[in-house]
């Protein structure tokens, strides 16, 4: 971790603890934000991206981009594009999503990070882990700027 970067652990117990995370997470958004979701298959990355997107009042269906590999959303402060990059094979694939693009006007959320070379600069990252049936635990760490949405004490959930 770099200095002035900050970490964050919470447990998830279930969908309104996921839902709560996303809420944290889209207060804290602003234009040129990558938030990077990093797990296991089924660690539930595409839940969290949902718990995002819907605080960010997107309304309508938000499916999986695992076969479109990009899904485009419009909220009233900035476009968010929502990446799947697991059938991501060579870096040639990345350039024709646009992520460049999609940095200078908007906010990108990213599954499976790891087929890039690298983050984008002060990318948020979140790690998901299955620690038993229903409930993730969620690593995060990223610029401190991101701290205040996650330093609650008394906040359900946070370990």
Do not use: C
């Amino acid at each position: 971790m770099a200095q002035g970067d900050f970490s964050a652990s919470f447990v998830l117990d279930g969908v309104a603890a996921t839902a709560a995370l996303g809420a944290r997470i889209a207060k804290g958004l602003k234009i040129g934000d990558a938030v990077a979701l990093e797990g296991d298959l089924g660690a539930g990355k595409t839940e969290l991206a949902r718990a995002i997107l819907r605080s960010l009042d997107i309304g309508e269906s938000i499916p999986s981009p695992s076969f479109t590999l990009v899904q485009e959303y419009e909220t009233q402060s900035f476009p968010v594009r929502h990446y799947d990059l697991y059938r991501i094979e060579e870096a040639s694939e990345l350039r024709e999503l646009a992520l460049e693009d999609t940095l200078t006007e908007g906010v990108a959320l990213i599954e499976w990070p790891d087929r890039m070379r690298r983050l984008p600069d002060g990318a948020l990252r979140v790690r998901l882990d299955i620690v038993g049936e229903g409930v993730r635990r969620a690593d995060i760490s990223g610029p401190v700027r991101w701290a205040g949405y996650f330093a609650s004490e008394t906040d359900a959930g946070q370990s």
